[in-house]
Nanobody, 125 residues
Framework: QVQLVESGGGLVQAGGSLRLSCAAS????????MGWFRQAPGEEREFVAA????????NYANSVKGRFIISRDNAKNTVYLQMNSLKPEDTAVYYC??????????????????WGQGTQVTVSS
């Protein structure tokens, strides 16, 4: 099991940027593929991005491709989500999660065993 704590959320104007961080503790961070999900009010949680154990492979939802960048620093046990060109429809609670059974192309939440508490991102128009 790995414990995850997100930070970096906030209020930003459309077109702006935010960088989310997710600090991990517990089991060996580098043994997990990591992902970011988001959930807007009244909607289901949706996949945003994932990254492989070494940080080389990545996968993105079409809605964020070209705007968001996922990265990780295994020495710091941290995964990041750089969000650029933000849109009001990006408003959601963002969660990081640890994937212990699927690939980075697994976009459903069931392959993610451990989750953070979430951080709110609000994009104003």
């Amino acid at each position: 099991q790995v414990q995850l704590v997100e930070s970096g959320g906030g209020l930003v104007q459309a077109g702006g940027s935010l960088r989310l961080s997710c600090a991990a503790s517990g089991r060996t961070f580098s043994s997990y593929r990591m992902g970011w999900f988001r959930q807007a009010p009244g909607e289901e949680r949706e996949f945003v991005a994932a990254i492989g154990r070494s940080g080389i492979g990545t996968n993105y939802a079409n809605s964020v491709k070209g705007r968001f960048i996922i990265s990780r620093d295994n020495a710091k046990n941290t995964v990041y989500l750089q969000m650029n060109s933000l849109k009001p429809e990006d408003t959601a609670v963002y969660y990081c999660a640890a994937n212990d059974r699927g690939t980075i192309y697994s976009t459903t939440s069931d392959v993610y065993a451990d989750w953070g508490q979430g951080t709110q991102v609000t994009v104003s128009s």
